[in-house]
């Protein structure tokens, strides 16, 4: 079956233009999560939706960032105003629920360059 | 706050055994995962212990002691496509359930 498919797989922007980054998850899954991961380092937490809400918002960096999903499927995280600090690789995940112990499978990620 | 410790590199040879440590703080605690992610690559998951005590899957295996908020995972019969990245992973209800992710171990098996 698919797995989590995101896009664009590339994208790069000029500082202070939006980006939308959008994740379609595996078909069924209730959960889906947002990270952010810079060069090297660990997944940073940016936003759970359980369904079509957020019930922890907490790890978005700042009122810049956005992130939506409707149809209990398809999710966009939208970054205005970009800023250089924002380059990372964007991924999204799924889990059948949100329990603890399923797995999450993630997408490949969104590779985002501000210039 | 929430926060997971693990050491940044770990070299190892073809066929060894090595151990990955994980030691967390956090509130109210519902499990250690663990991720493996090659370079470029998206990160899979490998294991999960809410209980005490080794869970194995194959050549890998998890360990989790709650009551020192410690965890490890294992790695047997080391092959070259086992090098890459290793995150341990906390839930945390923190109001909602966030998932805090440590830094990544970085495993380089050589010949």
């Known amino acids: 079956g698919a797995g989590v498919s995101q896009s664009p797989s590339n994208k790069v922007t000029e500082k202070g233009k939006d980006v939308e980054l959008r994740c379609d998850p595996i078909s069924g899954h209730t959960a889906l999560y947002w990270y952010r991961q810079r060069l090297g380092q660990g997944l940073e937490f940016l936003i759970y939706f359980q369904g079509n809400s957020a019930p922890d918002k907490s790890g978005l960096p700042s009122d810049r960032f956005s992130a939506e999903r409707t149809g209990e499927s398809v999710s966009t995280l939208t970054i205005q105003r970009t800023q250089q600090e924002d380059s990372a690789v964007y991924l999204c995940a799924s889990s059948l629920g949100h329990g603890s112990n399923q797995p999450q499978h993630f997408g490949d990620g969104t590779r985002l360059s501000i210039l | 706050g929430q926060s997971l410790e693990q050491p940044s590199e770990v070299t190892a040879v073809e066929g060894a055994i090595v151990q990955i440590n994980c030691t967390y703080q956090t509130s109210g605690f519902y499990g250690l995962s663990w991720y493996q992610q090659h370079d470029g690559g998206a990160p899979t998951f490998l294991s999960y212990?809410?209980?005490?005590g080794l869970e194995e899957t194959g050549r890998f295996s998890s360990f989790l002691s709650r009551s020192d908020s410690y965890g490890y995972l294992l790695l047997q019969e080391l092959q070259m496509k086992d090098s890459a990245s290793y995150f341990c992973?906390?839930?945390?209800?923190?109001?909602?359930?966030?998932?805090?992710f440590g830094a990544g171990t970085r495993l380089f098996v050589k010949a």
């Open positions: 212990n809410a209980l005490d």
């Open positions: 992973a906390v839930r945390a209800n923190t109001g909602g359930f966030k998932t805090i």
